[in-house]
């Protein structure tokens, strides 16, 4: 049986002072990248703030979705890991924060990533006026974005209190009750989900490249946000396991894991695939816009981050042993967590500053495509906050749910 | 020894040993056919000669006999070949991605749910062959050498791709299908008493000792197919809907299309198995075995794929309005509220409505509402196509060429002809093959079986 002392998990100081560190480079990486950046209104300041606001925020929603599924599907095998998801979705007030920050900026004209923000664009008036966007208005007018940025907010933020709430209840109180509440609910969080997932992608995303539409969209940015999820999961699974804790998970618990990081893989190179064979296919203008501005820039970036996240999952997870190797999980996993990041990066950048980056400090700005210390340094210390959130958020209950009544099934999980 | 949570509900009800399981799946095979059953053959025959009669009449007389003009030139045709295929793809769903899921639940539906995904493939493959016109013609999809006396066939079409996808998807789940009936034959031969019988389940069971060396390649191959098979599930149908996703006809390109199709061929396709299941398992005895657990969870799968399908929909109509193309927004409006608005409310109701009736557990765990429903939502699936197929080329670009499309009695006659063929060939099986998985069924006997469960046998 679990030792007593590892039912709880405790922060070790090292990894806290880590944390720590990598959120001391991020904040110094983003006063300096404030300074450096020439380009109109510190577009690219902005844009990669809402990359690293989105990215971990979207790993965050993927805890909330897999968990709310583990429920909704009766699944055994994961009720030893429901703590992990839980801390996971932990860090949502904070990945939305960030976000509101992003969107808040723009509705206040601080930047311009979305264009349609500017009220110029919708006046036909205007020397700005733009026909295309103003006949999304009804869509993308103030309020009605703002009202389903706070429907989305409520949604995913009480959902979360009450799965947190009801799965602390379980430990103490035992029974199945409570079980079959977050079986109900968890279905029911599903249903928004199913909706929310494709409309915040249109909202934030999307909506950047202003005149382009794709009706895959949706459940590709969903797929992607799932597939690092799960890595995170698996990585934090396997040094939790490194670190003494988690005895009862198996390598059965670990191929399952990594079961779920090369499907979701080869769901998200799928959705990929077929969206962008469609749009090349048929070649038609409003639709091929997308993939022209990011194939003048950048190309080669795009087509090594498809090949990345296809190829290294197909190849290297397909392997029954390599999913149960910790090694292969977490490198490749770490690998395809960076990778599904530059696929974010790929939404974003080429839609806002265009390949154009005035980048420098005092007199000397010049024209560069990215500023790769800067890009790193913000990344790492929204990493660092990620995992601080995390984990302390993991030491705020038992590691393992004592009372879920699949824990004996968990346990004996073999495949 | 392993059990499984106390709070999940065995899957194998009663107390059964496992020699009852043998005489309750090989019994039916061993005695004489019943008389439902030589009624239901007999009309599902005469049905399916005459759709037999319809096609030898369509390949004399021409493609002309079809209700197509110049302008709506895909209609019933295609129509009932994707919905085919669709119903071709629980299936596999089933045997494939629910083994890599270790689904228990599987082993009592995926025999008789992959026997009626061979045949519905079976079924969808006469439209687009005879649609051909001279189908003796029809090994040109095939990438034979230029002397042979065809041209190379174009790899660029979409069309071409589905010969591939669709016979890979075949011969795997066929191939699948049989290693699965091994075990199955070879008990069915040391149990038969008839000579002749005997012979014939001997040569069909492959030499079947029973090993345990047998039985460790039986589950390898097992995953290995369901690994091969699961990449299947999803390639067939999305090569399908790219049929239509790969043109620049409004409504019909859309890149959602691919994810959308697989979904609503799954949630077709389960609404088949429900349909065939829940008459065979009354006939057929089998209660204990497909109950009403099973039947729930395929109604949740039902719900799943249905609202991922009516999620589609709205994406599909929200984009159309907001990319602000013409051509795109009108292909919906007039979806909606055009000349065959009718069959849009038809999909709408049936597809997106009526299964979330299942959201009561009273209604999931109904034998008769399932049953309704599962026949709605097959008639909704076979309105999606026709939606998507005709509503969009009936009003295209240019509004000179406009028209409707009006079906011929040869258009009704194969389409009921081959709903004749497939019960006729799914009748047949029932007969003469163990509709359950019964060695499979045996693994989990002590795992989830009620009376081991409850201990009370044991």
């Known amino acids: 049986m679990v030792h007593d002392n590892k039912l709880h998990f405790t922060f070790p100081k090292k990894t806290r002072t880590w944390s720590m560190a990598l959120m001391a480079i991020g904040a110094v990486s983003m006063i300096l990248g404030w300074m450096f950046d020439k380009t109109d209104h510190h577009q690219y300041w902005w844009a990669n703030l809402l990359i690293n606001g989105f990215f971990f925020f979207a790993v965050a929603l993927g805890a909330l979705f897999f968990y709310a599924l583990q429920y909704a599907a009766e699944v055994a095998w994961s009720a030893q890991l429901k703590r992990i998801f839980e801390a996971m979705f932990a860090y949502l007030p904070y990945g939305l924060a960030v976000v509101a920050i992003v969107l808040l900026a723009g509705q206040l004209h601080i930047h311009h990533l979305y264009h349609w923000m500017d009220p110029n664009v919708h006046d036909p008036n205007h020397a700005d006026y733009d026909e295309i966007i103003a006949n999304k208005k009804p869509y993308l007018s103030a309020w009605f974005f703002w009202l389903r940025m706070v429907v989305y907010a409520l949604t995913f933020l009480l959902f979360a209190r009450a799965f947190r709430r009801w799965s602390i209840q379980e430990d103490e109180l035992g029974g199945i009750d409570l079980h079959y509440k977050q079986y109900r609910r968890g279905a029911l969080f599903l249903v928004f989900f199913a909706v929310f997932s494709s409309t915040i992608a249109w909202d934030w995303l999307m909506s950047i490249d202003t005149h382009w539409y794709s009706t895959m969209y949706g459940w590709y940015i969903f797929s992607g946000m799932w597939v690092t999820c799960m890595i995170f999961a698996t990585i934090l699974v396997v040094w939790l396991k490194d670190n003494g804790y988690l005895s009862a998970v198996n390598t059965s618990h670990l191929h399952d894991l990594g079961k779920w990081v090369f499907a979701v893989s080869m769901l998200w190179s799928y959705l990929w695939f077929c969206q962008y064979m469609l749009i090349w296919y048929s070649n038609i203008p409003e639709e091929v816009t997308y993939f022209q501005t990011r194939y003048e820039h950048y190309m080669y970036g795009m087509w090594a981050i498809f090949a990345v996240n296809f190829a290294v999952p197909f190849y290297v997870m397909i392997s029954r042993d390599a999913k149960r190797n910790t090694k292969y999980l977490t490198r490749v996993g770490a690998i395809l967590f960076l990778s599904h990041f530059f696929d974010l990066y790929m939404a974003v950048i080429p839609g806002t500053i265009h390949g154009h980056l005035e980048w420098g400090i005092g007199e000397h700005a010049h024209h560069i495509t990215f500023a790769w210390w800067f890009e790193i340094g913000m990344f790492l210390g929204f990493l660092g906050l990620f995992i601080y959130v995390v984990l302390n958020a993991l030491t705020k209950a038992r590691l393992i749910p004592v009372n879920h009544p699949m824990l004996k099934e968990s346990e004996h999980h073999q495949i | 020894m392993f059990k499984e949570a106390s709070i999940r509900k065995p899957l194998i009800l009663g107390h059964k040993t496992y020699h009852d399981i043998t005489n309750d799946i090989v019994g039916p095979i061993e005695g004489p056919a019943p008389r439902q059953w030589k009624i239901a053959t007999t009309i599902a025959a005469i049905v399916a000669l005459y759709g037999i009669g319809c096609i030898m009449y369509l390949v004399a007389a021409g493609i002309g006999t079809w209700g197509l ?228 969870y395929m109604n949740i799968v039902i719900i799943v794929t249905g609202s991922i399908v009516g999620v589609a929909y709205l994406t599909e109509l929200f984009i159309s309005w907001y990319s602000g193309v013409e051509y795109e927004s009108y292909a919906f409006i007039n979806r909606f509220s055009g000349p065959y608005s009718w069959s849009y409310w038809m999909m709408m109701t049936c597809n997106v409505i009526s299964p979330q009736l299942f959201w009561f557990k009273k209604i999931r765990t109904s034998l008769p509402a399932t049953f309704i429903l599962s026949i709605v939502v097959n008639i909704g699936m076979w309105f999606e196509r026709f939606v998507i197929i005709v509503t969009s080329i009936h009003r295209d670009y240019t509004p000179a060429a406009w028209g409707e499309f009006h079906p011929t009695i040869i258009d009704i006659g194969m389409f009921i002809g081959t709903i004749g063929i497939f019960f006729t060939l799914f009748l047949l099986f029932a007969r003469y093959f163990p509709v359950l998985a019964l060695n499979e069924l045996k693994t989990i006997l002590k795992v989830s079986g009620e009376s081991y469960k409850n201990d009370k046998a044991h």
Not at chain 2, 100 to 127: D, G, H, K, P
Not at chain 2, 169 to 196: E, H, N, Q
Not at chain 2, 230 to 250: E, G, K, Q, Y
């Open chain 2, 69 to 296: 003009n110049k302008t709506v030139g895909w209609a019933w045709d295609i129509t009932n070949f994707v919905w085919w295929v669709g119903i071709g793809h629980a299936g596999t769903l089933i045997s494939a991605v629910l083994l890599l899921f270790r689904q228990r639940w599987r082993m009592a539906i995926n025999r008789s749910a992959e026997a009626m995904t061979i045949f519905a493939v079976m079924m969808a493959a006469v439209f687009p062959v005879f649609h051909m016109g001279r189908v003796w013609m029809a090994y040109w999809t095939l990438p034979l050498p230029n002397q042979f006396g065809s041209l190379w066939p174009n790899f660029n079409s979409a069309l071409m791709w589905d010969v591939f996808a669709i016979s890979t998807y075949f011969s795997v789940s066929l191939v699948f299908w049989y290693i699965g009936l091994i075990p199955d034959f070879a008990t069915i031969r040391d149990r038969m008493v008839k000579p002749r019988m005997k012979r014939v389940y001997g040569i069909l069971s492959f030499g079947w000792s029973g090993r345990a060396k047998h039985w460790t390649r039986f589950e390898e191959v097992s995953l290995v197919l369901a690994g091969i098979a699961t990449p299947l599930v999803f390639s067939v149908h999305s090569i399908v809907s790219m049929d239509f996703a790969t043109s620049i006809v409004p409504g019909w390109h859309a890149t959602i299309f691919p994810p959308y199709f697989v979904s609503g061929a799954i949630f077709s396709g389960f609404a088949m198995v429900l349909t065939l299941l829940l008459i065979m398992r009354k006939t057929m005895r089998l209660e204990a075995y497909i109950h009403l657990k099973h039947i729930e």
